[in-house]
């Protein structure tokens, strides 16, 4: 996976993993488990992912009445 990062956050990112004795690629990660956990429990997230879910289903079913 290639993540492109702004130059000043790139640094900032570079900054905290020195400081703390870890890789860069290491504090990402654990940043985005934590995002990922983060919204797992936020309901705001979770009403978009179903709002998302139900536009693609109407479209699939839209696409399936198409069919012979």
Same mark, same amino acid.
């Given at each position: 996976m290639v993540l492109r990062? /702004?130059?000043s956050l790139a640094e900032q990112l570079a900054a905290i993993?020195? +400081?703390e004795g870890r890789? +860069?690629? /290491?504090v990402a990660r654990e940043a985005i488990a934590a995002l990922v956990q983060a919204r797992r429990s936020d309901k705001r997230f979770r009403r978009l992912l179903e709002d998302n879910l139900a536009r693609h289903q109407r479209l699939l079913d839209l696409l399936r009445e198409d069919q012979p």
């Open positions: 990062l /702004d130059p993993a020195e +400081v890789t +860069v690629s /290491d």
